[in-house]
């Protein structure tokens, strides 16, 4: 039970690090002695609140341009207007800005003055979701640690684009149309910090090439992608959570040693074509295999080896970690085989 408690709070703990990592920055704010009556100007389309003065809520109001940003805002909130373009002179005083959102506009990248983001060298987090970007904007701030642009129509990732991004932590780019085509061998070279990296809901065929080493949380689900080549995981040693449902992966395609990755413990592999089930590390912890075409659960075959000198009473602690296992949606028969709960000793969850 403790074990269990102790794997919950370290998976809230990795899930949230990308958020967590610039807290402490985002929130520490400047002395409000230190500003001027001048500092405390609001443009009269947004709301500055009294109580939070480095904020300025510019939502929901039919803008078709953004206002002068005044020095001392740290939180610039635009989202849901009719926005088309970014340009540098609103933004000349805002030397402070750690968070912009602009989500849920009209902006394309032609609207993006060249300079207009790359000014703002404090800026951590970007919001651009739900725009009309056909590529990655660039250039960026060397600061940013989040960029989120989702739901856009990105299919080009220009070279270089991520080059100076070496703080970036979270990409997000989801539901697009970026195609195999869009990656190059040094796409993401310069991203030494990546931890999660969403590209779920795009027309991948292939796994992307050459991600950055400290991925860790990797979405893939619901594109078209057919094989994983072998070694794969190699470059990518620290993945902890591997999402891959919704493609089109079979047996055939997936690497000799299956998914035999000791830094793994949650992997996804839904709604694909399989109809075996893959090799699994010891380490492993949540596997979802629902709806394949998986007939049998050999267990002789993914059962993760382990010592055999160890004593009975240390094989739980020593032996698979594997604690749920999802299976249904298959052509698997009840009941479950025995020798399934002999390996899986820690098996707190089957589904079938």
């Keep these: 039970m403790a074990t269990t408690i102790s794997f919950i709070i370290w998976v809230l703990f990795v899930t949230d690090t990308v958020w967590t990592r610039s807290v402490r920055q985002v929130y520490e704010a400047s002395d409000p002695e230190d500003w001027t009556m001048h500092d405390f100007d609001c443009p009269r389309e947004c709301f500055c609140p009294p109580s939070f003065p480095t904020a300025l809520y510019c939502e929901n109001r039919g803008l078709k341009e953004i206002p002068a940003i005044p020095s001392r805002i740290w939180y610039l909130y635009l989202e849901n207007n009719l926005i088309e373009t970014i340009p540098e002179k609103p933004f000349e005083n805002a030397t402070q800005l750690r968070w912009i959102n602009l989500n849920k506009n009209k902006i394309t990248n032609y609207g993006i003055e060249k300079g207009a983001l790359s000014q703002l060298k404090k800026l951590l987090f970007l919001f651009l979701e739900d725009n009309e970007l056909e590529e990655v904007p660039s250039p960026l701030p060397r600061s940013l640690e989040q960029l989120q642009l989702a739901r856009n129509k990105v299919s080009r990732i220009p070279q270089g684009t991520f080059s100076n991004l ?49 991925t860790m949380q990797l979405f893939l689900d619901n594109n078209s992608i057919e094989g994983i080549p072998e070694n794969y995981f190699n470059v990518i040693p620290k993945v902890a959570f591997l999402r891959l449902n919704h493609n089109k992966l079979s047996d055939a395609g997936l690497p000799s040693s299956g998914f035999n990755v000791s830094s793994i ?64 949606g298959n052509e698997i028969k009840p009941p479950i085989p025995m020798d399934l709960m002999t390996c899986f000793r820690l098996l707190q969850a089957v589904i079938i």
């Excluded at 970026?178 to 190059?184: E, G």
């Excluded at 075409?293 to 055999?308: D, G, Q, W």
């Design 166 to 214: 070496e703080n970036l932590t979270l990409l997000d780019l989801q539901h697009n149309k970026l195609l195999d085509n869009a990656f190059q061998r040094d796409t993401f070279k310069g991203l030494k910090n990546l931890m999660q990296l969403n590209m779920a809901k795009n027309a991948l065929r292939n796994m992307p090439p050459r991600l950055p080493a400290n």
């Design 265 to 328: 413990l949650d992997l996804q592999l839904s709604h694909n074509q399989l109809t075996k089930v893959p090799k699994i590390s010891a380490h492993l912890q949540h596997l979802h295999l629902d709806h394949n075409k998986i007939r049998n659960v050999n267990v002789s075959v993914i059962c993760p080896s382990t010592p055999t000198t160890l004593p009975v009473e240390d094989s739980f602690s020593y032996g698979p970690h594997l604690r749920y296992l999802r299976l249904d």
